[in-house]
């Protein structure tokens, strides 16, 4: 008797899964099986051969890098080219874009990459439309903006096809800390209250994974898809907006049931052809991403403003140093900080001092 192949295996339990009824009685059963299905999609994907064909190939560039997903035909290369200065091909039929698009985004002295994607259709995910080449270029951005028609809001989808190839959007990976051992078999500690499964369901995800002995610390109130999420160890998370196109063509009540039918969202109302929306849309863009402007100053000169440096939050000194040059970290001395960071004017820290938008620093090396 033959054994099941891998996708034998995947289809039959997610029959299982689509047929249990989910409730308290039978979430422990349908938690062990989207760890099985979750580890042998794993396996799959990593026996799958190569993408075949020329693949999409995008140098990342400026200060940050935001791909514009959505279906075909939602305005995607109207918006690239109303806020950048990139030429994309525009049109009113479907698949206009057969390539990725690249324009840049100029923003309070910021430079953003932002990616006309091709659009994305039902099977991306599996490989539909060059779907998977698509979502790998998605997955090493720093920002997803998801895009729909006004008319064509089928938010589901999108995010179905995202998240079941690996990317959580507005989330983070799980506060989780597991200690393989030689003996003992499964521990699982918790730091805070469980609300959405119980210890028990935590080990036995674990087994399904291959742990035999190990403490496992929950620091979180976790459910089981993000304890599943943390064993595959391959999720992307990143930040996303939600923009909704063509709003000229609708009335203020429209956009009012629109917002509540896609409530858990904050939509952000533009009409890239006319220039409706785009600059609010701008800004949160900018605001998104999370950059810091960080102004130098040249030892015993005055501070230049024309030109920051633009940084993540949560950026340090030793981050500076590499943005100018590697050679800055290993020669460094100490720096002089002004602005909301610093507890004084031109406070003297070392590499591992947080800097805040707005700084300004002197870097001093040794010669």
């Known amino acids: 008797m033959t054994m099941p192949s891998i996708q034998d295996q995947i289809k039959e339990i997610e029959d299982e899964i689509h047929r249990t009824p989910y409730h308290k009685g039978t979430q422990h059963h349908i938690g062990k099986l989207k760890a099985k299905l979750a580890r042998l999609k794993e396996e799959a994907r990593k026996k799958r051969p190569g993408v075949s064909g020329k693949a999409f190939a995008v140098p990342k560039g400026g200060n940050a890098t935001v791909s514009i997903v959505g279906f075909p035909g939602v305005g995607k290369s109207t918006l690239l080219n109303q806020i950048t200065e990139a030429k994309s091909e525009v049109g009113d039929y479907d698949f206009t874009t057969l390539k990725i698009i690249p324009g840049v985004l100029e923003y309070k002295g910021a430079k953003i990459q932002i990616l006309d994607m091709p659009g994305l259709v039902r099977g991306a995910s599996k490989g539909r439309g060059r779907g998977r080449e698509v979502i790998s270029v998605v997955r090493s951005s720093d ?103 063509k709003i000229d063509l609708v009335t203020k009540e429209y956009i009012k049931r629109l917002r509540k039918k896609l409530r858990g969202w904050k939509i952000l109302p533009i009409a890239a052809e006319k220039g409706i929306g785009l600059e609010r849309l701008k800004k949160k863009i900018y605001d998104t991403l999370e950059l810091i402007r960080i102004y130098m100053k040249p030892q015993r000169k005055e501070a230049d403003y024309s030109e920051p440096l633009v940084l993540r939050r949560d950026a340090t000194v030793g981050d500076v140093c590499e943005f100018i040059h590697r050679d800055f970290r290993k020669k460094f001395r100490f720096a002089n900080v002004w602005g909301d960071s610093a507890k004084f004017a031109g406070q003297r820290v070392g590499l591992a001092h947080v800097l805040k938008d707005k700084d300004v620093i002197t870097v001093v090396v040794r010669k």
Not at 148 to 176: I, P, W, Y
Not at 217 to 234: C, F, H, P, S, T
């Open 143 to 245: 920002m997803v903006m998801l895009m729909l028609d006004v008319f064509e809001t089928n938010l589901g989808l999108m995010l179905e096809e995202l998240n079941e190839s690996g990317l959580r959007l507005n989330q983070k990976l799980a506060e989780v800390i597991a200690t393989r051992k030689d003996r003992g078999g499964i521990n699982v500690f918790k730091t805070t209250r469980l609300t959405k499964i119980d210890t028990e369901m935590v080990g036995d995800l674990f087994r399904e994974w291959g742990y035999i002995n190990a403490d496992i610390v929950v620091r979180e109130n976790v459910n089981e898809d993000q304890i599943i999420d943390w064993l595959a160890g391959n999720r992307v998370y990143m930040p996303a907006i939600l923009v909704v196109n």
